[in-house]
């Protein structure tokens, strides 16, 4: 089974602290993608990529920037975190969009 | 844009009883459908998919068919467990090559022995 991993699993910062959340998948997928989740909005895709140095901007941009590094690490950044950015963080991988996606276990972000 | 609308945020029932839950969609070209289902305190996981027109898709007890003509995927159970307590997703992939899904707000399942 696909394995994603995700680091930290909670994370507490102030308005304005810097934040970057990793994810690491074992499974050479081509795709990897950075969504949030909040009661009442579901899944909403921010950043994803299909392959190392690529970049594509989901529905929810605003405020984060996102980079893929290798195959296997995607990571999202915050620079300047805002309260509005408090949410279930998800990051998931697939070989290809009409696959499944496998999620990681999620990173709890709490913004002050 | 692409989109998807799940009318109920929460639907709770008696353990036995038939489960339906709505999912509507527009789209320009796009007709690759999904439902995902995430257990509380887990990750969501893909339940079914399908992107063939009035073709029953079946997994886990659950059932759902595309109906383009009213672009609708509703999901499906005819008698309802204590284990399908979770929060189910539907999804669309969104109109262009190498483009992603977009997931609708969310129905949460209670259901009650």
Not at chain 1, 32 to 55: E, F, P
Not at chain 2, 32 to 40: E, G, I, R, S, T
Not at chain 2, 52 to 66: C, P, S, V, W, Y
Request: with cysteine; proline share 3%; charged share 15%.
């Amino acid at each position: 089974e696909a394995a994603v991993t995700q680091s930290p699993r909670n994370k507490v910062t102030v308005t304005g602290g810097n934040v970057t959340l990793s994810c690491r998948q074992t499974n050479s997928h081509n795709y990897m993608y950075w969504y949030r989740q909040d009661t009442g909005h579901g899944l909403r895709l921010i950043h994803y990529s299909y392959g190392a140095g690529n970049l594509q901007i989901g529905d929810v941009p605003d405020g984060y920037k996102a980079t893929r590094t290798t195959q296997e690490d995607f990571f999202l950044l915050l620079e300047l975190a805002s309260p509005s950015q408090t949410s279930l963080y998800f990051c998931a991988s697939s070989a290809g969009v009409l696959y499944e996606q496998y999620f990681g276990p999620g990173t709890r972000l709490t913004v002050l | 844009g692409d989109s998807v609308t799940q009318t109920e945020g929460l639907v709770t029932l008696t353990e036995g009883l038939p489960v339906m839950l709505n999912c509507t969609y527009q789209t320009a070209y796009s007709t690759f459908l999904f439902w995902y289902v995430q257990h509380l305190n887990e990750a969501p996981k893909l339940l079914l998919k399908s992107s063939t027109d009035n073709k029953r898709t079946e997994h886990q007890g659950f059932h759902a068919t595309l109906h383009k003509s009213s672009s609708s995927f509703h999901l499906q159970k005819s008698s309802a467990q204590l284990s399908d307590s979770a929060l189910y997703y539907c999804a669309l992939k969104k109109t262009g090559f190498a483009s992603a899904l977009t997931f609708g707000s969310g129905t949460k399942v209670i259901v009650l022995p």
